[in-house]
């Protein structure tokens, strides 16, 4: 085999595993229980991910087999790939370049908002028939139980650092004026404010503070840094492969060229 082909096998052979970090990136994404209840990115990554380990499988058979025609397509599918992940990138970072956390008085943990986040993400949770399948799904989940197990006192409670989740879903916002007994059960005050998350609060541990905004809110948060963690590993997977697909262009013109010349140089003997 000439030397041009095998570093254009090698070359492939990295794509292939270039594309491990976004199909596990996806995987990941599809075992959290916000992104379990809420199916939106997990499985657009993961099938990126595979098309990828094909693509590059495909240029790399080409290339040890010289299959010019396999080398092509490989070079035509894996530029439209790239050019989709970067598409990826820019749209992950752009509807989790909002929302943000507010500090609740005497408390460590941190509360969230509906209206801080992007219109394209809060419109994944609006609307009584989405976020119902989304509730049921969440209720489900130790994610409020745990809190139970974990916090018997009050104060341990207010200085416990709660994820995004607990905090919107599991207990009722803090401004409600609410008194703790458990983290799961709370006695309403004398006079419950306007706000529309204090008066849909309920002991019921299958309803707590799941019909809230503020739960809506507090998935979106778990959602959003976990996405912005995802997007990392996919714009290191993105340079990786840009990397290796100049590589691999220059790899292709070099085989041609030296192609080129064996002809010639058989053709003049």
């Given at each position: ?161 709660l994820s995004p989740l607990q905090s919107g879903c599991c207990k009722p916002p803090t401004q409600c004026g609410y008194t703790f007994v458990n983290p799961t059960y709370w006695i309403s005050p004398i006079s419950i404010t306007s706000d529309m998350d204090c008066v849909l609060w309920s002991n019921d541990q299958t309803q707590l503070c799941y019909s809230c905004s ?56």
């Amino acid at each position: 085999m000439a030397l041009s082909n095998v570093i254009m096998a090698a070359i492939n052979f990295m794509a292939m595993l270039l594309s491990i970090p976004v199909i596990a990136a996806g995987i990941w994404l599809s075992t959290d229980t916000d992104n379990s209840c809420l199916k939106l990115l997990q499985w657009p990554v993961i099938a990126l991910g595979i098309v990828l380990l094909v693509v590059a499988l495909a240029g790399f058979v080409g290339a040890f087999w010289r299959i010019p025609w396999l080398l092509l397509f490989y070079l035509v599918a894996m530029l439209v790939l790239i050019l989709l992940l970067a598409s990826l990138v820019i749209f992950i970072y752009a509807v989790t370049n909002t929302g943000g956390a507010h500090l609740a008085p005497s408390r460590a943990f941190l509360e969230y908002r509906l209206e801080d986040f992007s219109g394209w993400l809060r419109q994944r949770v609006e609307g009584s028939h989405k976020w119902d399948r989304i509730k049921a799904c969440l209720s489900s989940t130790s994610t409020c139980a745990e809190l139970n197990q974990t916090y018997r006192e009050a104060q341990d409670f207010f200085n416990a650092r709660l994820s995004p989740l607990q905090s919107g879903c599991c207990k009722p916002p803090t401004q409600c004026g609410y008194t703790f007994v458990n983290p799961t059960y709370w006695i309403s005050p004398i006079s419950i404010t306007s706000d529309m998350d204090c008066v849909l609060w309920s002991n019921d541990q299958t309803q707590l503070c799941y019909s809230c905004s503020s739960c809506k809110a507090g998935l979106l948060a778990n959602l959003r840094k976990e996405w912005r963690r995802a997007n990392l590993i996919l714009v290191v997977t993105l340079v990786g492969l840009v990397c290796v697909y100049l590589m691999g262009c220059h790899a292709f013109r070099h085989a041609k060229t030296d192609e080129l010349f064996q002809r010639y140089k058989q053709g003049y003997t």
